[in-house]
Nanobody
Framework: QVQLIESGGGLVQAGGSLRLSCAAS????????MGWFRQAPGKEREFVAA????????AYADSVKGRFTISKDNAKSTVYLQQSSLKPEDTAVYYC???????????????????WGQGTQVTVSS
């Protein structure tokens, strides 16, 4: 069983930056593909970014490409989402997700992930 705990959310002005962290307990993340998703009020949860088990392959939603960076530190069992040039439309609860995957794949769909964190709120003011 993997427990995921997100942190690093908060209130930031448009154009600012945040770094979200997702730490795992109960098991190391060395053999897991990881993803970040977000859900804004009244909207469905959507894919943001993903990384494969060794951090060698990444994917991003078009809306965040060039502004967000996902990275994975297997030694610390932590995955990060560096957010820059934040926009009000980035306001959402951000969730990290994990799926056992010792292959080259990353996953971009909600149903592909088994483990989820509780989320961290990011609010971007204009």
């Amino acid at each position: 069983q993997v427990q995921l705990i997100e942190s690093g959310g908060g209130l930031v002005q448009a154009g600012g930056s945040l770094r979200l962290s997702c730490a795992a307990s109960g098991r190391t993340l060395g053999t897991y593909a990881m993803g970040w998703f977000r859900q804004a009020p009244g909207k469905e949860r959507e894919f943001v970014a993903a990384v494969n088990w060794n951090g060698g392959s990444t994917a991003y939603a078009d809306s965040v490409k060039g502004r967000f960076t996902i990275s994975k530190d297997n030694a610390k069992s932590t995955v990060y989402l560096q957010q820059s040039s934040l926009k009000p439309e980035d306001t959402a609860v951000y969730y990290c997700a994990a799926e056992p995957a010792l292959n080259i794949n990353y996953y971009t769909k909600i149903h592909e992930y088994t483990y989820w964190g509780q989320g961290t709120q990011v609010t971007v003011s204009s």
